[in-house]
């Protein structure tokens, strides 16, 4: 069984700062292709960014350029830095797998809030 935990989020005025991290329980972290996730209030979850198990990336693009995605596989840790953050990136922020098929539980997120 695989648990997700999400932290990192919190409140910052536009134009700041984060870094998120992921821990994965169980085994298995490094043959998987994962993602970071978003969610606002009243609007679906949307994919944010990916790595795979090559460290290949992709981004949102309201995000590119701004937002880096990585990970350790020796710490089983996903990471998400964000930088000149916007009061639309405001959302609770999660991490899975990339592919829906592979999905596990979700977390509970953690919550970044952009605000001045």
């Known amino acids: 069984q695989v648990h997700l935990v999400e932290s990192g989020g919190g409140l910052v005025q536009p134009g700041g700062s984060l870094r998120l991290s992921c821990v994965a329980s169980g085994s298995g972290f490094s043959v998987y292709e994962m993602a970071w996730y978003r969610q606002a209030p009243g609007k679906q979850r949307e994919l944010v960014a990916g790595?795979?198990?090559?460290?290949?990336?992709n981004y949102l693009n309201s995000v590119r350029g701004r937002f880096t995605i990585s990970r350790d596989d020796a710490k089983n840790t996903l990471y998400l830095q964000m930088n000149s953050l916007k009061p639309e990136d405001t959302a609770v922020y999660y991490c899975?797998?990339?592919?829906?098929?592979?999905?596990?539980?979700w977390g509970t997120g953690t919550q970044v809030t952009v605000s001045s």
């Open positions: 899975n797998r990339l592919h829906p098929i592979n999905w596990v539980s």
């Open positions: 790595v795979t198990t090559k460290y290949m990336t």
